[in-house]
């Protein structure tokens, strides 16, 4: 039996974001956030979810989610078909609400976890929904729950704030992390842009390692086909530069090595050409990886190096029961 993609881990924390059909202002009128939210707290109790953060700006959402109960695809599925619902009975009409099905970024816990709670927190201010100054008075993010301890519900969790040294969940600790809210846009507002791209590329947000690890598991699933193109390109440069990897230690080579051989040694030839017959990597990614030459060389090289030599190379006869993790 396969094994479960990602969305479905019950270890697993999301970034999950979405946004209203033909980029529409879902969210324009108060009535409507106030939909929302309710909407989404009632998801959390119903699908035991924990809730590290949301923001809701005009047409869109983000929320950082945690499932113990391996639920994503499920409560996503109710949380945006009741919304759509609610919306659509009071404003009398039809039609789907929202852009899609919902993305979703596997998130590493540490320090991506902190960015990505701090980039939710700084969505409004970003936009211009609040100014820097009233940041935690701004109602429709988590930011606004978090201090109120004695009346914010249970599944909001912030195990996040483990993570930093500074900051604790007592009314001093949300004032510190207030304050450090402010001095991160008002210091960089740079850093806050970067963050954007950050966070809401690819299909997961965390190390090298982990996004190898999220990649290896995603590829096994119907998951990866509903990622868009460029995702899907970040996912084979992912898995590409895994069995790149796998190759080089077999044959004890490092990529400097590949920077300082020339570009038709063997096993630069060997390894590209398993590559090229075991996965479907381009000619243009192996000629960067390991300093080939040209896109166009790489082929016609591999092309004389397998009919020639391939058969007889030590290289090849190393990497034969290889079995490339792909």
Known sequence: MARKPRVESNTGLYHVLNRGNYRSHIFESEGAKVSFVKTLFEACERFSWKLSGFCLMTNHYHLCIGT???????????????????????????GHLFQGRF??????PGEYWLKLVDY???????????DVENIGRYPWTSLFYFPKRSSRPEFLDCEWMDYFSDFDDSKGGWVRYINHLRLKISDDPKEVEELDRQMCRGWSLGSTDFGKAVAAELKETSA?????????????ETLWEAS????????RKTTKDAQMEKRSVDWKLAIASKMKRETPVTNAWLTEQLEMGTTRSVSAICGVYQREKESSCPQAKALRNLIIDY
Request: aromatic share 6%; proline share 3%.
């Open 224 to 236: 990866v086909l509903r990622l868009d193109r460029k995702d899907l390109a970040l996912l084979n």
């Open 103 to 108: 993305k979703s970024i596997a998130v590493e």
């Open 68 to 94: 113990p109960r391996g639920n994503l695809s499920n409560g996503m599925r109710w949380l945006q078909s009741t919304f759509a619902s609610r919306f659509n009975k009071y404003r009398k009409e039809r």
């Open 120 to 130: 939710i927190h700084l969505n409004p201010v970003q936009v211009g929904l609040v």
């Open 244 to 251: 790149l990897k796998q190759c080089l230690s077999h044959l």
